[in-house]
Nanobody, 120 residues
Framework: VQLQASGGGLVQPGGSLRLSCAAS????????MGWYRQPPGKQRELVAD???????IYADSVKGRFTVSWDGAKNTVYLQMNSLKPEDTGVYYC???????????????WGQGTQVTVSS
């Protein structure tokens, strides 16, 4: 399984970004996909997970601002980030796997990180 993340960049506070993560390879076992982030000097933390049935989990810090979605036809998960704050800065990683490994847990397969910087 390969996960390819894209879409990071530099944005001003209050701005928006959309991250994408495309899965390829032996993906039949993947029924959870999502995003973690690692702020500078901190540990990796959950941002959002989504199941192939559409259930979602969000970190409290991003509820109401971020939206995770999954396009099954494209095997791609998205993270729409609105009203970005400087504390959203970090390296964002996508992950995916079976539920027992990946639902609300930092398990499964991982993509490379993509940098998100929120700064004026």
């Amino acid at each position: 399984v390969q996960l390819q993340a894209s879409g990071g960049g530099l944005v001003q506070p209050g701005g928006s970004l959309r991250l994408s993560c495309a899965a390829s390879g032996s993906i039949l076992s993947i029924n959870i996909m999502g995003w973690y982030r690692q702020p500078p000097g901190k540990q990796r933390e959950l941002v959002a997970d989504i199941s192939n049935g559409g259930s979602t989990i969000y970190a409290d810090s991003v509820k109401g601002r971020f939206t995770v979605s999954w396009d099954g036809a494209k095997n791609t998960v998205y993270l729409q980030m609105n009203s970005l704050k400087p504390e959203d800065t970090g390296v964002y990683y996508c992950h995916g796997g079976p539920a027992y490994m990946a639902w609300g847990k930092p398990g499964g397969y991982w993509g490379q990180g993509t940098q998100v910087t929120v700064s004026s």
